[in-house]
């Protein structure tokens, strides 16, 4: 099996030269690809390349792309996809009245690739700005229940501004999702590894990606209080996102799931804005990121080594708060201890701003912040 290929000054002749060569071992192949903002200009490029080579192309544009080593902050990474059907790429889905025809196209198309009883992993990537992710998640798991393993992350900027960040051959666009079925593919692993503190809140007032109120106060205000009282950080506007980074909300589940949910931006009305959507009357905590964060790695890597893998290449992506909280040196020893306890593996990946899987009970997707999120990578899928 050809391995995936980086390339960190991609030319129209580079991108030429690798389908070529794929192309004789890999007769039929498509190509998943992952790109740096900063090389963003390459998408018109290497569009044109699989256009050229009549290769199906599914791919987005990500804060920095990764190695065992590190963080690349420019080039492409392509991996060859051998056996996976075309991919779709769906705009508008930020609108609430697109999530019942998503979830009904969706259920179709997995309806027109797979057998009843074949695995298969359903690989999403959204545009970090769409509000209401986990709606579409519920949407899609009613339409499908069990019948494919879930994972996924958010593309797009880190700064958090709209750029047109997901794309296949012909198009690239933002407020979209990009959905690509991998035949025999057994499912992701995510892991954040903190550690869930006594003191719960509600949040009374919710909307969308917003918190409006804590227990029926503005969200703010009791943020700033419990920063002060349990961690003695004083917050205001001008360093709130510098310190958020490091005390997200956590969404408490009653199967013991806790999801992530990274304040990025206030409102002019005192409201956090969070990285995914906070359900009305939720039961959050205060996480402190320096808490528990060393137990991600060695559990991470315990799940992945107990699951089947052909190949040794991993494609892993690493929560881009996270790098925040940990500095790029911490998440550099993350990366080199999972390569380690992996042993002889090959790592390829992006930052994502959002990630997507299943819950610790069941098979049922969730939208996750804060996490690494490892898929045992092959790259040729078949119904089995």
Not at 27 to 32: E, K, M
Not at 50 to 66: D, I, K, Q, T
Not at 321 to 331: E, K, Q, T
């Amino acid at each position: 099996m050809d391995s995936p290929r980086y390339l960190e000054a991609p030319t129209g002749q580079a991108l030429e030269a690798v389908l070529a060569a794929w192309h004789e071992s890999l007769p039929g192949y498509s190509v998943l690809a992952l790109v740096a903002e900063a090389s963003a200009e390459a998408v018109p490029l290497l569009q044109a390349a699989c256009r050229s080579a009549g290769v199906s192309l599914a791919g987005a544009v990500f804060p920095a792309l990764l190695q065992e080593d590190g963080a690349l902050p420019r080039g492409v990474v392509l991996l060859p996809l051998h056996g996976a059907p075309p991919p779709l790429l769906v705009e508008g889905v930020s609108r609430a009245e697109a999530v019942a025809p998503l979830a009904s196209r969706l259920a179709a198309y997995v309806d027109a690739q797979l057998d009843d009883d074949t695995e298969a992993t359903l690989f999403c990537i959204f545009d970090a700005l769409v509000p209401n992710i986990a709606t579409h998640l519920d949407a899609w798991y009613l339409a499908l229940a069990d019948r494919v393993h879930y994972a996924g992350v958010n593309a797009g900027s880190e700064r958090f501004v709209a750029i047109p960040c997901l794309f296949d051959q012909e198009h690239c666009i933002a407020d979209g999702v990009l959905l690509q079925l991998l035949p025999g593919h057994q499912g992701a692993v995510l892991e954040h590894g903190f550690q869930v503190p006594e003191q719960v809140i509600t949040a009374t007032s919710a909307s969308g990606n917003r918190i409006v109120q804590i227990d029926w106060r503005p969200a703010l205000e009791v943020y700033g209080e419990m920063m002060a009282s349990q961690y003695g950080v004083s917050i205001d506007r001008d360093n709130f996102y510098t310190y958020a980074v490091h005390f997200p909300f956590g969404i408490l589940r009653a199967d013991g799931e806790v999801l992530v949910r990274i304040p990025v931006a206030l409102d002019e009305g005192g409201g956090i804005i969070c990285v995914g959507e906070i359900p009305p009357n939720s039961v959050l905590t205060l996480l402190d990121a320096r808490s528990g964060a060393e137990r991600c790695v060695p559990q991470l890597a315990a799940s992945l080594a107990a699951m089947p893998r052909s190949g040794a290449d991993l494609l892993l992506f690493y929560c881009a708060g996270r790098r925040m909280h940990m500095g790029p040196a911490g998440m550099d020893r993350e990366l080199a201890e999972l390569a380690r306890r992996l042993g002889p593996v090959k790592l390829w990946g992006a930052l994502s701003l959002g990630e997507i899987g299943a819950a610790v009970c069941g098979g049922y997707p969730l939208f996750h912040n804060a996490t690494l999120v490892g898929l045992p990578w092959s790259g040729s899928w078949s119904v089995r």
